[in-house]
């Protein structure tokens, strides 16, 4: 035995977990809507939602009763049988936007593959099986598998995993999309972009970039890929975050909120790039599984129940409107506000972590981003109060980090 029972009593005991994440050193043992609560019951604010994952807050009632139900019943039985609860939640999903057909994957990264495995095998199965690179913009994140982080192509991400997976071309994010066009060869089999970059900072592309993006696919024969791991499900006031234009892709990707916390992903797809995945071509020992059906029928269910969405822009109009006074208020701390929704984000002019830790220590969760972005990605079900008392701790948050940044000018000033 290896770790005895007093190792775990040791105060320098290192759980024999992976240290990938700078994790902070609080554990959550329940949830409650929008709020979750550690072991002495010490009450959180989640404005991050498990990096928007639980868009239903903690705990939502017919999410519990629909994954309680189907435990009773059945739990798993592989993709080799019909799995009723997928079909139906596929046909509901498909009639909501421009996919014929998807695939139910366990997380983001796997529905990234799996559209990334689609966009080559359309251009081989059309006779242009050298058409299989992918272009992808600068500050973009597709997952952590070696065809997702060669996609990104970010130092940070691939810095030790090389040789990285052949394929993929990286331009600028800024850039004006009609030079893409320049990376577009004989090769390109895709565009792949997120209409709001997460991981990157909350950056959103415009309407007409996306515009851009399409006119290029179509005249260059290419497909466009739409990552909407963070970006979809009701997250930023519609079902697919690209339906506030009339571009549509010819693949996306979906994940988080789709399963409200239960671990589960999607890819779409148009017809005439579905019909060339095949039985045999792709697969999922998990994938759509019963239990995360249920979920996920469940979490539809309330996305497109009446006045949801609405709500979604409801709350994001209030929580943007705060936090850009909250902005006026204190210069010194945030740069500007940016994003859709309730995907929404501060750029700051002070270190992100400093302030995601002050802003755990008032007992408001948060999480970082690229470009010096702190995310603010509260539970979709947000009340307009519950609003209000994040931007009260956000503002006692931005207050402590004033007060840090003038004492530390005050030390510099008398030489201390
Ligand atoms: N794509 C985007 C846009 C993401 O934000 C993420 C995760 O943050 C992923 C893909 C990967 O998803 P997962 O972590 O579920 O594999």
Redesign the pocket.
Same mark, same amino acid.
């Not at 997380?107 to 796997?110: I, K, L, N, T």
């Given at each position: 035995m290896k770790n005895s029972e007093s190792d775990n009593t040791d105060q320098t005991f290192v759980p024999p977990v992976l240290p990938t994440y700078a994790r902070a050193d609080v554990a959550f043992v329940r949830g409650e809507g929008v709020y979750a609560f550690d072991k002495d019951d010490n009450r959180y604010l989640d404005f991050g939602s498990g990096? %928007?994952v639980n868009n239903l807050g903690y705990c939502h009632p017919a999410l519990v009763k629909a994954l309680t139900d189907q435990a009773g019943k059945i739990w798993h039985t592989s993709n080799l049988y019909r799995i009723e609860g997928q079909e139906r939640l596929a046909e509901r999903l498909t009639k909501e936007c421009f996919a014929d057909s998807m695939f139910f994957t366990n997380?983001? /990264?796997?529905a990234?593959e799996c559209a990334i495995k689609m966009a080559r095998k359309y251009h081989n199965d059309n006779g242009n099986p050298d058409r299989y690179r992918v272009i992808t913009f600068e500050g973009c994140?597709? %997952?952590?598998t070696l065809a997702?982080i060669a996609a990104a192509g970010s130092e940070k991400l691939i810095k030790g995993f090389g040789p990285m997976m052949e394929g993929f071309d990286h331009v600028p994010f800024y850039k004006d999309m009609s030079e893409v066009e320049e990376a577009i060869t004989e090769e390109t089999a895709a565009i792949l972009i997120?209409p709001v970059q997460?991981?990157g900072g909350i950056r959103p592309v415009s309407t007409e970039n996306l515009e851009i993006l399409r006119k290029l696919c179509d005249k260059h024969g290419i497909l466009l890929m739409f990552?909407e791991?963070?970006?979809g499900m009701g997250r930023v006031g519609k079902l697919f975050a690209h339906q506030d234009s009339t571009i549509t892709p010819d693949i996306l /990707?979906t994940?988080?909120g789709i399963g409200g916390g239960f671990p589960m992903?999607a890819c779409m797809a148009t017809d005439k790039v579905a019909q060339c995945m095949k039985a045999g071509t792709h697969g999922s020992t998990y994938g759509g599984n019963p239990l995360a059906m249920a979920v996920g029928n469940a979490v539809l269910d309330v996305v497109l129940s009446d006045g949801f969405l609405d709500h979604v822009n409801q709350m994001s109009y209030e929580l943007r409107k705060a936090l850009v006074k909250l902005g006026s208020s204190y210069p010194e701390v945030i740069d500007r506000v940016r994003g859709k929704g309730l995907m929404l984000g501060l750029k700051l002019k002070t270190p992100v972590p400093e302030f995601v830790g002050e802003a755990l220590k008032n007992r408001l969760m948060l999480v970082g981003a690229g470009d010096n972005t702190v995310r603010l990605l509260p539970p979709l079900i947000v009340t307009a109060e519950e609003i209000d008392e994040g931007v009260s701790l956000l503002d006692k948050t931005c207050n402590n980090i004033k007060k840090a940044l003038e004492a530390s000018k005050a030390d510099s000033d008398t030489g201390d």
């Open positions: 990096i %928007g997380s983001g /990264a796997e990234m994140f597709h %997952g952590r997702t997120e997460g991981e990552d791991v963070q970006c /990707a994940a988080k992903g």
